[in-house]
Structure formats: C-alpha cells, structure tokens
C-alpha cells in the first residue's frame, strides 16, 4: 500500500503516538491510504461445466480426469471454466453475483487466458496470478531481471465493492540461455530451475544435469526433460558466489531495490507501486468470463481514509 502523511497538533488522542512520529510538538497522522488494489465489477452470467464427479474425491484426481483445471464449491460441487474431458459434464449459466469463490477461481482463469491470447506468459500458482512480459526485461552480465505482475482476486467485507484486485511488482532473476549450456552445470545442481518452454513443470528443484537430460524433483517423484527448455534460477547467494558483489548491485539497481549510486533506494516501494499500475493497464481493464459475463477493473486504486476517534 501507498500512505500521504499529514502533519497534525498532538492533543490528548494522540498519547501513545510512537516518538518517530512525533515531531516539534506536532504528530504525524496519517491522511489517506491507496490501497495496492483495485475494486473490481462483476455483471452476466457465466457459462460453465458442472463436473459428475464425488464431492469426497481427490482435486487432482478430478483435474487429472477433466484434462483442466477445476473448483469445488461451498456445496461440494465440481466446476470448471473450460470444456472438460468429462462426457457427464452439464454446461449451466451461473450468475456473477453475489462473488463467490467459484467466481473468483473463473476470473483467474480468465486472466490467464486473456494474458496468454495477448502473447504473455501467465499462470496460476496458489491461488494467485502471476504474468511476465508486461514490462521489457534487463540483461546484466550473465543474468536477465524480469518484471512479473502478481494478481490476487479476493473479497473484503470492509469494503464495498464486489471484490479486490490486488497487484504486486515482482523481480524474477534468471541466468540467461538454458541449461543445456555446459558451463552453467556446475553452478545448477541443488538449485530451481524455471521452465523456458515445453510442457514440464513450470519451476522445480535440480537433482542433476547433463547436455541431454535435466532430471528435475517434483514433489516426491523425479522426472526427465529437456534441459534446452529451462533455465538457471538466479539467487542472491549465486550471483554472489559465482560473479560477485559488483554484479549483484548491478542486479539489484536493475531490480529497483539500490539506486545508481549503491544506495538503498527509498522510492523502492513507490516505484513497485506505479510499474504494477502500469502493468495492469497493459494487461487490460476489461476482463471476458465465459458465457455473457464480464469482470471490470476499476482503474482507480481502492483509497482508505484514515480519522481520529
């Protein structure tokens, strides 16, 4: 979030007010907050496919047997967005509002859908969007600094709109070229690998590597791909160790987190704050759901005001 400060007398309601806030017998007090958020305005009804299966079954289970991704609801129901594998599978028409759960697993799926459609990559980990390319990538020395935007679409009950579209500004770090660069293994095992292309898993753990194999851990299992379709996920302790101090704040003024002077750039916030505005504008405002419906996001970030009691 984004806070304008307002200078205030200090009177009785301000005992307690932290010393770093006071100041010549006044106190800091807080105006206003923006929210790092946006109200989002759901209308329709969405066409969407009511799985057969168990309300007890296994989640990947089902997925596995849909061939998608799917959503159970508050009364044990199956769903999903996309056209399921499942022959017993009904398409219904399912109102927008009031915004539940299913409406907001719909919406990420159709932020990724309407992401990918635009040439992006984007996906859905943990409940949560996450989508690269919306702003230019970084070349430094060895590595690559990308901007990732980072969604999550939740309902507040303090707040009176339909639901929240909440964005964050990520770095993501990267060696440049794939892991089928024999001078990159020595530095690859025992750490992540991101996938560059292919079907595989899309970040996982290094067992070991070779020109012709990348063996990745996946949960508890390890699987073989193609180390041409992954790349080196970079850390602050690897390009330390491996290019060195100098490297790393050239990383770091790339990210946004020191400036060009090797200072800690105190704007950092600010800044995360405007380029995932940006990237948001660019991924767009208005958002199809399936069937005739719409999602709508208010370009105005959520705005708090704050009042002494």
Known sequence: MVGFWVRAPIDRRSVGTPDYLREGGYCLAMGGLYLNAYSLTFVGEMSLWQLAADPEADKLQVRACAGCSVWQDEAGCWWSAREPADSDAELRLVPTLPVTSLGLFVLREALVDMAEARGYEAWVRWGEVDVLGLLPAQEEDAFVVEPQLNLRAVREQYIDVHAMLQFRQRMRWRVAGHLGDPQL?????????????????????????????????????????????????????????????????????????????????????????????????????????????????????????????
């Open 185 to 309: 293994h020595r530095h690859a095992c025992g750490g992540w690998a991101v996938r560059l292309s292919g079907t595989g898993p899309r970040r996982a753990r290094i067992a070991r590597v070779s020109s012709d194999e990348l063996v990745l851990e996946v949960g508890t299992e390890t699987i073989s791909v193609s180390p041409q379709d992954y790349a080196l996920v970079a850390s602050v302790q690897n390009v330390a160790a491996w290019r060195g101090n100098e490297v790393l704040r050239r990383l770091q003024i790339a990210s946004g987190t020191f400036t060009a002077q090797g200072r800690r750039n105190l704007y950092a916030v600010k800044a995360r704050f405007s380029a995932g505005a940006d990237m948001v504008r660019t991924l767009g405002l208005q958002i199809p759901l399936p069937g005739q419906a719409q999602v709508t996001i208010n370009p105005q970030p959520i705005e708090v005001q704050v009042r002494n009691s």
